[in-house]
Every structure is written in C-alpha cells, then in structure tokens.
T-cell receptor, first 113, second 114 residues
C-alpha cells in the first residue's frame, strides 16, 4: 500500500460526456501528478499540481484539466470524452516537485463507449 | 527529445532462476534519476529500484540490481532467485533534475513459471 488512493476504480462513460477522477495523496505530500496509460503502453504525463497550482503539462488538449485542493488531494477532469480517452489514469503523489520519490495509486480504468 | 526503449515486450523465467530486463534511454541532459517500476495485475505502480545518474555504483535492493552504463544510456534490471510474485509488467523510467515528469518505456511483461 502506497497511501495514495484513487476513485472510482472503474468507470464507463459515453463519448461526449464529462468525467471527474479523484486522487488522495499520501500524508505529507504536496505534489500530485497525473498520467494516462493506454492499453499496452507506458504512462504518459498529463500534468502536475504543486501546492494547488499547475506545475507543468504534457501534450494533452485543454479538455484535460485539473485541480488540487488545500489538503493536496486532486481531481482530473476530462470534457467531451473521445473513444481514445479510454485508458488507465494514474496519479502519483510526492513530497516535492522533483518526483524522485513518487508513490502511485492503483489507477482508474476509464472506458469510453 | 527524451525517450525510453524496452525492446523485450515479454519474457519468461523459471522460479528461482535469474532474469535480466533491458532498457535504453535517450536524453541530452546529464543529470537525471532512473527507475524500474513493477505493475502487477492490481495496476498499482510499485517502485523496484532507483539509480541517480551521477552515481557510478549500481543500485541494489535485495534480489533486484541494475547495470547502469551511462555512456551507453543503458539501464538493465537483474532479478535473482525469481519468485512467482515477481510476475508483472516492468517499466523503465527516468526523471530529469529540476523537471517534474517521468518518461516511461512501453514495459516488459515478466512471467515467472513454477
């Protein structure tokens, strides 16, 4: 157990809908990063939040957005879902922005139909 | 561009034997950390081992060790005395100093057979 929890574990949505995924970071961690892992691939960086502000973004369109709350938990929002958004979404929390000691959650499996 | 290549999509090993997973990476930076993560069917990424690029000595964690060749940009993982619980996807990754994101390879699926 890493102390990082994600909800829900599985989700099925229809193309065009919106979805919110949640991540509770490990105690004492102020940084949360989100990754998309398509089937058979390695995770791809979506963005990072540090102390409630976005601190870097990968090559994802603006319909992928996020939030970090004062308790350092985080949300990933995806609007106008597309079939290609079907993937495992992982969050990782760390004590600082460097991510050299990052702990991952178990992921949310999103299926878009 | 930063890339990670894992050329072995799938490998098998008998229980108690030794297996080596390969990883090469590309970056023009000289300061970075390298990682091997394990992802079992439970999906959670678990850190196996970490190596700081400025350290010449290869990292070791119990049955897991790495062979880090900085000039060749190679970072292989050796698993000794393989156990059934080692069955998982293994991802090689790195992070640049002062940057905030992991670059992951595509993974190697390891099957440990009884």
């Amino acid at each position: 157990e890493t102390g990082v929890t994600q909800s829900p574990t599985h989700l099925i949505k229809t193309r065009g809908q919106q979805v919110t995924l949640r991540c509770s970071s490990q105690s004492g961690h102020n940084t949360v990063s989100w990754y998309q892992q398509a089937l058979g691939q390695g995770p791809q960086f979506i963005f990072q939040y540090y102390r409630e502000e976005e601190n870097g973004r990968g090559n994802f369109p603006p319909r992928f957005s996020g939030l970090q709350f004062p308790n350092y938990s985080s949300e990933l929002n995806v609007n106008a879902l597309e079939l290609d958004d079907s993937a495992l979404y992982l969050c990782a929390s760390s004590r600082d922005r460097s991510n050299t000691e990052a702990f991952f959650g178990q992921g949310t499996r999103l299926t878009v139909v | 561009a930063q890339t990670v290549t894992q050329s072995q999509p799938e490998m098998s090993v008998q229980e108690a034997e030794t297996v080596t997973l390969s990883c090469t990476y590309d970056t023009s930076e000289s300061n970075y950390y390298l990682f091997w993560y394990k992802q079992p069917p439970s999906r959670q990424m678990i850190l196996v081992i970490r190596q700081e690029a400025y350290k010449q000595q290869n990292a070791t964690e119990n049955r897991f060790s790495v062979n880090f060749q900085k000039a060749a940009k190679s970072f292989s993982l050796k698993i000794s005395d393989s156990q059934l619980g080692d069955t998982a996807m293994y991802f090689c990754a790195f992070i640049l100093y002062n940057f905030n994101k992991f670059y992951f390879g595509s993974g190697t699926k390891l099957n440990v057979k009884p």
